[in-house]
């Protein structure tokens, strides 16, 4: 009975914000280590996306702090409390999975009431909470139907209705929108974001593959790939100096070009680097001026730029042969090809675009060139 | 349809009639007939009576029975009970337990059922466990032998529950005794009354091992019928094998309405 108890008071402390700290969390399933030594600082009210490919155990970390795996090492902390050994009921942390796991044979509103009878809220605040947590999520229409009468869509928003209906300081979604269509999608993103307004005091932990979804909803990213995180920060750092070619390909796009690091740049933490052909001999007489440290000159080093940080320049920087030009509206994406690279670049809207064959040259600030790896603490 | 033309189709059901009515119909057919015949001599029978009913619904028959449906309620609901239990123990086993019970759990059925009353008569007939002579050895023979259908019934059924349920209901704060209450058993509702329908038909139905144990004063009805027919009295034990058939069919059905009920949820 205590531990009932603990688990209201758990839950009616939900005032105060709480983080969530992953301290080398790790998870193996026979002999497969699936979540490797995570380590990880959400910050109370923060938004923080788990960004990777699929198996990359995004998952696995989400359900560490579910309570759902044991971690064979490390620690997890929600509020500055160690709950590594607590058991998912009494934890308080609110969870919408993939599937949703609706209970199919309870109404909506039961589905709803049911964590709220579970935390032991007196029976006469029931029913006005479950309306609640149902309006918050604009589902209080149909509180009385069953969860295979509703749409995909419909269900989510009961799954996540369900979740904030027991005030939980932390709410984790597992890649929550991965059963809609498209359209339904960016409604629902919307919602989400709209939500965390209205609940700012409210960290939520959010896993999905999606980078779209990741860099609209996250205050920060974190980037998953074989069961590690390989980076973690806002999405402008991990945009425009990611830690390494994974993290720059997956977020969208990146150029990488290889270099040859030929000295100092003309800036402090710049150097001056040159482009290396693919038959691996420098190709440019005009030295690049990069972003980044740590690497000794005469070594290779990938940089990374974004395609609508490189400018076509009218007599300096890189010469290219444009290969291919496409309208996109506000912007022309050309392809140009830079010492046998082909170089991606977005320019807002050209009054007089090259033509393919023709020669262009294209520049880039020092600082949205970065090193690879090198281009933030640690 | 499968099977396009016509006169292919009418040759199938044909077959079918040929095959399924000597093999199935016809024997319940002929007990149905015989349990209002009076005499049954030449081809057919003859002198039909509602008397071998009467006989049928009072004195030893009567109290047979009733013998046989307290003793298939009786065993029906232990067999749940501990079925279910272990099946879901065996759900949240490691694979070591899981083996275990699986393995023992298949026994009854593996085992012919002379053996396990034999078993039950050895083991229960010396004092401190003396139930040999009483009704209880019968009930707890019943048990025995369907315990084990209940158990594989609920167990495949809880394998194929998807356990994002329980732990959805565990992350929003439900004790274990909880989730098993309000999701777990729930869920599983179907199978469990799938399982008590078969468990009490076999029981109704039970013979070999209740031969073995019976006392005189707890005489399920397959016995009595099979007394019946052993004395000649073939058309008073046909009357009480529909009977039998009648009580059991009626059983199944109002169970089955459970669990459309479930369903449609
Ligand atoms: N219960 C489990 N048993 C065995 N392997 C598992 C289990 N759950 C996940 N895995 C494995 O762990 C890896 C990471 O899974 P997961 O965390 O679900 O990845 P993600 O959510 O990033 O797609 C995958 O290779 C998956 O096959
Ligand atoms: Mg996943």
């Known amino acids: ?378 | 349809m499968l099977v396009p033309s016509r006169t292919a189709r009418r040759v199938i059901h044909l077959l079918f009639l040929v095959a399924f009515v000597p093999v199935f119909a016809l024997p319940f057919a002929v007990i149905v007939v015989a349990s209002f015949a009076g005499a049954w001599s030449g081809a057919l029978p003859s002198h039909p009576t509602l008397g071998n009913y009467a006989a049928a619904t009072s004195g030893d028959s009567l109290h047979a029975l009733l013998t046989s449906l307290i003793t298939a309620v009786a065993a029906s609901l232990i067999a749940l009970t501990v079925g279910t239990w272990a099946a879901l123990a065996a759900d949240a086993a490691g694979r070591g337990l899981r083996r275990v019970l699986d393995g023992a759990f298949v026994l009854p059925v593996a085992v012919p059922s002379v053996v396990v009353g034999l078993g039950l008569l050895v083991a229960f007939s010396k004092p401190p466990l003396l139930l040999n002579g009483t009704p209880a050895i019968v009930i707890a023979a019943h048990t025995v032998l369907v315990t084990a259908f209940a158990y594989q019934s609920v167990r495949a059924a809880a394998t194929r529950l998807d356990p994002a349920f329980a732990q959805a209901a565990a992350g929003l704060g439900a004790t274990p005794l909880r989730v098993l209450l309000r999701i777990r058993l729930p869920l599983l509702l179907p199978s469990l009354t799938a399982a008590a329908g078969l468990c009490f038909a076999l029981s109704m139905g039970e013979l070999s091992a209740t031969m073995m144990l019976y006392p005189p004063s707890w005489t399920p009805l397959p016995i009595r019928i099979f007394a019946l027919t052993d004395r000649g009295s073939l058309f008073s034990g046909a009357a009480l094998a529909v009977l039998l058939m009648a009580a059991t069919l009626a059983v199944l059905l109002a169970v089955g309405r459970i669990r459309t009920r479930a369903d449609h949820r």
């Open chain 1, 1 to 378: 009975m205590t531990a009932l108890a603990d688990s209201a008071v758990e839950a009616a402390a939900a005032e105060q914000p709480a983080g969530i700290r992953f301290e080398d969390v790790t998870v193996s399933y026979h002999g497969t280590t699936v979540l490797d030594g995570l380590t990880l600082d959400v910050r109370p009210g923060e938004v923080m996306a788990l960004l990777g490919p699929s198996g990359s155990g995004k998952t696995t970390a989400l359900r560490s702090v579910a309570g759902f795996v044991e971690p064979e090492r490390g620690r997890i902390h929600l509020a500055g409390r160690d709950i590594t050994e607590l058991p998912p009921h009494r934890r308080g942390i609110g969870m919408v999975v993939q599937s949703y796991a609706l209970f199919p044979h309870m109404r909506v509103d039961q589905n709803v009431a049911f964590g709220l009878q579970a935390q032991r809220v007196p029976r006469a605040e029931i029913p006005a909470r479950v309306a609640d947590a149902l309006g918050k999520v604009g589902m209080a229409d149909y509180a009385r139907r069953h969860p295979r009468e509703l749409s995909g869509g419909q269900q989510q928003r009961v799954a996540i209705a369900r979740a904030l209906a027991i005030r939980p300081r932390v709410l984790l979604l597992d890649e929550p929108l991965s059963a809609l269509d498209a359209q339904l999608r960016t409604g629902m993103l919307a919602e989400l974001a709209r939500l965390h307004r209205e609940l700012p005091e409210l960290t939520i932990l959010y896993v999905t593959h999606d980078q779209i979804e990741a860099l609209t909803l996250a205050d920060r990213i974190g980037v998953m790939r074989d069961a590690k995180l390989v980076d973690c920060g806002t999405a402008e750092e991990l945009y425009r100096a990611p830690r390494d070619e994974f993290v720059a390909r997956f977020l969208g796009g990146a150029n990488l070009l290889p270099v040859r690091i030929v000295g100092d740049g003309p800036r402090a933490g710049t150097l001056a680097a040159a482009l290396v052909g693919p038959d691996g001999v420098d190709a440019s007489a005009e030295p690049l001026a990069v972003t980044g440290g740590g690497v000794a000159a005469g070594e290779r080093a990938l940089v990374c730029v974004r395609p609508h940080l490189l400018r076509l320049a009218g007599d300096a920087g890189l010469p290219g042969t444009v290969v291919e030009v496409q309208w996109r509206g506000a912007v022309h994406r050309l392809t140009v090809d830079v010492a046998g690279h082909a170089v991606t670049v977005d320019a807002p809207e050209l009054k007089a675009p090259p033509a393919p064959g023709e020669t262009v040259r294209l520049s880039v600030a020092a600082e949205d060139a970065v090193l690879l790896g090198s281009g933030r603490r640690g």
